[in-house]
């Protein structure tokens, strides 16, 4: 059944990370239980900082199966790992390299290679693998966390770009004329979509615009785009992006 939305409004950038930790350290609980893993799909961008560094306090992390925990990652731009610009490295930072998860269980994008295509089938093989994927069947991660680009982008899929309709390939090179680092990698809305779980993290002022917009004109944004076919779709904003948003309104 398609995902109707559920929003969360946090009173700011501090509760909805603490929220966030929350929700993953369940969601891994659950998937470790039932299905003995938990496949987690990190975001890129500034927002998701404060969530990881949440996760990686004792509180959280030691609740959390990291022996169980497999980590990918829905864009990344083409630069190498020790890049300021890097997902990996914020990740690694806030949160890989202070939890005890088995390297081989990180899976980096690398996306300053060269053959960006090559390197976009190769991550698409490994998901496929370590998620265990049959033939003709996409991947199905337990928890993906995306953030939202005041020009409705999410992951490294943008406003007006061809691989918005991308239907076989689970990852794709792409680029960007307008971002500050063009040439990217990213999953793509097939395999976002058949995710159990898809969570935006979005805060502050200048993302009200877009999440009303979002929010309330399906299908014309990427963002919008993001609704798993068989899971639950998690909105979590803090008061000031979900301020033009009746919901957010409302408080
Ligand atoms: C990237 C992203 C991108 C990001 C949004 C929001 O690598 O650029 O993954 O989709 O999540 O642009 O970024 P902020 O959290 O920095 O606002």
Known sequence: MASDVNLTVCADPAELAETAAHLIVDAATEAVRER?????????????????????????????RWDRTWVFFGDERAVPPDHSESNYRMAYETLLS????????????CAEHADADGAA????????????????????????????GVDGHTASLFPGSPVLREVFRTVAAVHVA?????????????????????????????????????????????????????????????RAAAALHPIGEAR
């Open 121 to 148: 089938a190769a991550y698409a093989a490994a998901l496929a693998e370590a998620l265990g994927t049959r033939r003709g069947e996409l991947p199905r991660f337990d928890v993906v966390l995306l953030g939202l």
């Open 178 to 238: 307008a971002a500050q680092i063009p040439q990217r990698l990213t999953l793509t809305f097939p395999v976002l979509n058949a995710a159990a779980r898809i969570v935006f993290l979005v805060t502050g002022s200048e993302k009200a615009k877009i999440v009303r917009t979002v929010l309330s004109e399906p299908a014309r944004l990427p963002a919008a785009f993001a609704r798993p076919t068989d899971g639950e779709l998690v909105w979590l904003t803090d």
């Open 98 to 109: 202070r939890v005890p998860i088995p390297p081989a269980q990180i899976f980096r994008m």
């Open 36 to 64: 003995g893993r938990f496949m987690l799909c990190l975001a890129g961008g500034e927002t998701p900082r404060a969530t990881y560094a949440r996760l990686a306090l004792p509180a959280f992390s030691e609740r959390m």
